[in-house]
């Protein structure tokens, strides 16, 4: 088990900001890419974005591109998903989660951990 605890969410007005972050034991988190999936009831999981195992190379969902920024700290074993100009359709449960593979990928069965969740209320 590679335990992923996510921290960051809450309650925020449109247009507002939140910073969401994903700590992860081990000690080979630079081995491995992370991503960032969310869930909106009734909803089916969807990708938002991803980041390499070096943090060199990114990739995010077009409905978050411009406003959501995904980062790693390889020192500090924490990933990170800035949410900038929020709107109430991100409003979502966000997950972290951890792939087997150093290369980014926007497909959720690449990723073998996952976190608890933390949840993102986006008020209108």
């Known amino acids: 088990q590679v335990p992923l605890v996510e921290s960051g969410g809450g309650l925020v007005q449109a247009g507002g900001s939140l910073r969401l972050s994903c700590a992860a034991s081990?000690?080979?988190?630079?081995?491995?890419?992370m991503g960032w999936f969310r869930q909106a009831p009734g909803k089916k999981r969807e990708f938002v974005a991803a980041?390499?195992?070096?943090?060199?190379?990114?990739i995010s969902a077009e409905s978050v591109k411009g406003r959501f920024t995904i980062s790693r700290d390889n020192v500090k074993n924490t990933v990170y998903l800035q949410l900038d100009s929020l709107k109430p359709e991100d409003t979502a449960i966000y997950y972290c989660?951890?792939?087997?593979?150093?290369?980014?990928?926007?497909?959720?069965?690449?990723?073998?951990?996952w976190g608890q969740g933390t949840q993102v209320t986006v008020s209108s």
């Open positions: 081990g000690l080979t988190f630079s081995d491995y890419a």
């Open positions: 989660a951890k792939s087997l593979r150093s290369l980014v990928s926007l497909d959720a069965e690449e990723y073998v951990y």
């Open positions: 980041i390499s195992g070096s943090g060199g190379k990114t």
